[in-house]
């Protein structure tokens, strides 16, 4: 048994996985590398809780520091994220059972170097809570297969996955969908009974949702939290039906132009583009080939051709989830599997020989290449915006030290001056040139750092200066002055003004709102 164990696809998919990963993101995960919330939360933290609608997120993070955990360190919670994506990937391959090693162990590599992992990676101090909702999503969907009466278990994967990040959940619709898939290829069961299994993967599907609104609703009120408006968090569950086509075929539209217009950064290069293109059309011909199995079974026939069709909504579903909402590189991570749907259709093919005249062996060889060179463009890309990030990090810490320097060094400055930054900034001379090479969400440009919410934190944590920044009010008053009115913009003399008690910086120009 123990011999089986190491030698079944599962296990090789972790190990690919955990191997590419470590080796892909050792950058990552052996420099600090900050992100406009990653340097906010230091040197603990675990981001936006319940007000996000993250209630498992707020218990996780409040255990974790309770213990004295949850510190925020590039190293220690890198490598356990790895590896818990790395057992998502085996947890996976056991879901959609893949039997081909090859193809088991590409898929996991490919699992770790998707561009929604590194997105992930620029959040350090959450990374090792988003690998815990990866694993729940992925394990809702083994219980149900494992389990005779997993619907209750799963139901509660689903609730806790969503409590963490909610947008991983495509990621278990989309392996629900594909089991369906397949089992339906497969003649395994008859059409009564696939019938009754999709409602009962609906089944727990619909409670787990339901669970994570009832516990949130709970939460909310015992706490006195109001849900935040970002991303249309505070309107979750009250979408307009009349709606809903409008998503649904928008969801399916964006799947379908991956290729075309390097949707959520995923398809950056034209190599890249090419990929999902190959793999888009094995798909079409693997299930082709497949539906040859079902010979005049009509039902059969129809209901595969329903699932297959509904592989593009499943895996984009975050875009109905979420109408308000950005969709960016970190929500996209169910299609990482898009590679596997011609996987799991070889798989109902049958075993394919080694002859070159076998259409599933042409197939499997043409599937395993292209896998090869996704997972080598995404390991790529992602040093490469690492590296962005690095240079990025390191202008910022510069930029300000220089701003901070200047402040010192200004008449009438004393250290018990509120700090008061008008405007953002906008200096012609600031460039990056490797602005150019980010693209995935969760990355950000210099000028991003310098203006986001946590320009304080910069100065606090690599300069070791503890400012007092100036209140909205006091900001106000501000801007109603002359004196401000005339100062010239950063970074031209006089930029910097103490007034009263307050040292003025002014990055831009701003009409008074009042």
Not at 71 to 81: E, K, R
Not at 94 to 119: D, E, K, W, Y
Not at 282 to 299: D, H
Not at 307 to 336: D, K, Q, R, S, W
Request: proline fraction near 3%; charge should be positive.
């Amino acid at each position: 048994m123990v011999k089986k164990y190491w030698k079944s696809p599962e296990f090789t998919a972790f190990c690919t996985s955990l191997l590419t990963g470590f080796f892909v993101h050792l950058f990552g995960i052996v420099n600090i590398l900050h992100n406009h919330d990653d340097v906010w939360n230091q040197p603990t933290g675990y981001g936006a809780g319940i007000a996000s609608g993250r209630w498992m997120l707020s218990i996780l993070g409040g255990i974790s520091q309770k213990l004295g955990f949850g510190y925020n360190l590039p190293t220690v919670n890198g490598v356990i994220f790895l590896v818990l994506v790395a057992v998502s990937a085996g947890i996976v391959i056991s879901v959609l059972q893949i039997r081909n090693r090859a193809s088991a162990g590409l898929m996991g590599a490919l699992m770790a170097v998707f561009p929604s992992i590194t997105s992930v990676m620029f959040f350090k101090f959450t990374t090792v809570y988003y690998g815990i909702a990866i694993c729940l999503a992925v394990l809702a969907v083994w219980v149900l297969q494992k389990q005779k009466y997993g619907l209750l278990i799963s139901a509660i994967c689903i609730a806790c996955s969503l409590g963490i990040y909610q947008g991983y959940v495509p990621i278990t619709i989309s392996l629900m969908v594909l089991v369906l898939l397949k089992q339906t290829l497969n003649r395994e069961v008859n059409v009564r009974t696939l019938v009754l299994r999709g409602l009962y993967f609906c089944s727990s599907l619909i409670f787990g949702v339901l669970l994570y609104f009832f516990i949130l609703k709970g939460l909310t009120a015992v706490y006195h939290i109001a849900l935040t408006d970002y991303q249309g968090i505070n309107s979750m569950g009250k979408m307009p039906l009349h709606s809903i086509p409008t998503l649904v075929f928008q969801a399916i539209r964006q799947f379908h132009m991956l290729p075309l217009q390097d949707y959520c950064s995923l398809a950056n290069i034209g190599l890249l583009k090419v990929c999902y293109i190959v793999m888009m059309g094995l798909s079409v011909v693997t299930f082709g080939l497949a539906l040859t199995k079902l010979v005049k079974q009509w039902l059969l026939i129809a209901l595969s051709v329903l699932l297959f069709l509904l592989l593009p909504l499943a895996m984009n579903f975050i875009v109905v989830m979420c109408p308000e909402g950005e969709i960016h590189t970190l929500m996209v991570y169910a299609f990482a599997l898009i590679p596997g749907i011609p996987l799991v259709l070889l798989e109902c093919w049958g075993k394919d020989g080694v002859k070159v005249r076998n259409p599933a062996a042409v197939c499997r060889w043409c599937a395993s290449a292209v896998l090869a060179v996704m997972v080598f463009c995404y390991g790529y890309y992602a040093n490469v915006h690492y590296t962005a990030m690095y240079y990025a990090n390191r202008q910022v810490e510069n930029y300000l030290s220089s701003m901070v320097t200047q402040v010192r060094m200004t008449p009438g400055y004393d250290t018990e001056k509120q700090w008061a930054f008008i405007g953002n900034v906008s200096d012609p001379l600031l460039q990056s040139d490797w602005k150019q090479a980010m693209s995935y969400g969760g990355h950000c440009f210099t000028d991003d750092l310098l203006n986001q919410y946590s320009r304080i934190s910069w100065i606090n944590q690599y300069l070791g200066y503890q400012i007092s920044e100036a209140s909205r009010e006091t900001l106000a008053e501000l801007l109603k002055m002359e004196a401000v009115k005339e100062m010239p913009c950063w970074p031209n003399q006089g930029s910097i003004q103490v007034i009263g008690d307050v040292v003025v910086i002014k990055f831009e120009n701003i009409l008074d709102q009042n």
